[in-house]
């Protein structure tokens, strides 16, 4: 039986993957589960699967977990030091799908044991990708990418050799308001822009697949995953969402992955690695599905990809700033603070601000300068949000 964890099991990828674990749970044993804020689904999932712990990120939560939890002999913990120490009971696979930065610290401690570690909290890459490489190296464990753009270019590159790869395009949807007239944007809601045309994910994710700030995390971790060159790398609008990445090789062959939008081929595929076994996900008819289109990446309507190649060519902790910016201004959108553009407006603000600050380009990528640079960059966020807010 292989040892499983989850961590953000009660979130969208979460609930995929124990999906797959499901239809055949006599092959897995299921250490820990974890969660935040939905507890009621943390402890159903915990007593179906046999879990040894759950375990939710908020210690005011714990009461209730042990309440729904009582008398089952599934332990119950809270709070970030819980999840670390779950991180590090023995597992031969972690999925890391808990949504934000908060999904590092667990990451890298799964990794310091030695476990294959699925990694869809692409958050990880784009804050420490040299450390989460490093970690990896340095205790033989393995990351396989999670994100559907990077387990397409991931299979891509199978058997393949690296230094023979011209580039690597990966595709975005659009989002929400891809076929919006630009004078429209301002007026945005957050429950418009987390209505997805094609994709059932999390609420944040799905925002930010509208200001195309999930695509400028996903080049940025294309970069850091792949160690690929950032002027390798290109984004373009498709709106079918059935190619999810290409890679294109020195001889001009062009290597596509194609699939439905399902995250259960993705999830599945770094579950199984590195064997291919049968997935519950639909069959294309290419007859039936009868073209697909492409289009421009337009910087104009999404300033978030020229932010993400800023970052790129800057390196060090510009990541870790970059994503802790877009948390906080995203935070504001679905508060309705600051508008939908706005969001862009805030990163950059806050990019100029800390990187101007000595230290930051040319630092070492550890635990502790990611976590500060996260902890200026939100504090800076929070600044100019009130300052827009007047
Ligand atoms: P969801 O919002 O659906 O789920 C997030 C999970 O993280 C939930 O289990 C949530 O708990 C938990 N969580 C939230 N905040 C914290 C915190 N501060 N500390 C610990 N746990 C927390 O997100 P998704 O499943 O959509 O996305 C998860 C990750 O996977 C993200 O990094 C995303 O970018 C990436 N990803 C997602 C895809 C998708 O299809 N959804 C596709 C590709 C990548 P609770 O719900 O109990 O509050
Ligand atoms: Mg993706």
């Given at each position: ?62 009461d ?5 939890l009582?008398g ?6 809270a ?45 990880s ?107 390798k ?20 062959a ?8 399902d ?29 697909l ?5 337009d ?5 978030a ?18 994503n ?9 959108f ?28 040319d ?28």
């Open positions: 039986m292989r040892r499983i964890t989850i961590f953000g099991a009660t979130g969208s990828i979460g609930q995929n993957t124990l999906d797959l674990i499901a239809r055949d749970s006599e092959a897995y044993q299921v250490v820990a589960l974890t969660g935040d804020q939905n507890i009621a689904q943390l402890a159903r999932d915990a007593i179906q699967h046999r879990a040894e712990i759950a375990i939710t990120a908020d210690v005011h939560r714990l209730d977990l042990r309440t729904a009582s089952t002999g599934i332990k119950a913990a709070g970030p030091h819980a999840l670390v120490e779950a991180a590090s009971r023995p597992a031969d696979w972690v999925m890391s799908s808990i949504v934000g930065s908060a999904g590092l610290t667990p990451g890298l401690r799964a990794l310091e044991q030695g476990a294959r570690l699925a990694l869809a909290n692409k958050e890459m784009v804050c420490a990708g040299p450390l989460m490489l490093s970690t990896a190296k340095a205790h033989g464990a393995q990351i396989l990418p999670v994100d559907s753009e990077h387990s397409a270019v991931f299979q891509a590159l199978i058997g393949e050799d690296i230094s023979a790869v011209e580039r690597v395009i990966i595709t975005a949807s659009g989002g929400a308001f891809r076929d919006w007239p630009l004078e429209d944007l301002a007026n945005a809601t957050p429950e418009q822009a987390a209505q997805h045309p094609n994709w059932d994910m999390g609420q944040r994710i799905t925002i930010d697949s509208a200001t195309m700030f999930n695509k400028a995390l996903e080049l940025i971790e294309t970069k850091e995953f792949f160690e690929i060159h950032p002027s790398i290109e984004a373009v609008v498709h709106p079918e969402s059935m190619i999810h990445a290409l890679v294109g090789f020195n001889d001009g062009l290597m596509a992955h194609v699939g439905p939008p995250m259960r081929h993705a999830i599945g595929f770094a579950l199984h690695y590195p064997h291919r076994k049968p997935l519950p996900v639909e069959r294309l008819d290419l007859v039936a599905l009868g073209q289109t492409f289009r421009a990446a910087e104009t309507r999404w300033p990809l020229r932010l993400a190649r800023e970052v790129m060519a800057q390196g060090g902790l510009s990541g870790a700033v970059f802790a910016a877009k948390e906080r201004a995203l935070d504001g679905i508060a309705k603070r600051i508008g939908f553009q706005q969001i862009a407006v805030v990163v950059e603000e806050v990019l100029s601000r800390v990187l101007a600050q000595p230290g930051h380009i630092a070492d990528i550890t635990l502790d300068n990611v976590m500060n640079a996260d902890h200026l960059a939100r504090v800076r966020a929070d600044e100019i949000i009130n300052e827009i807010e007047g």
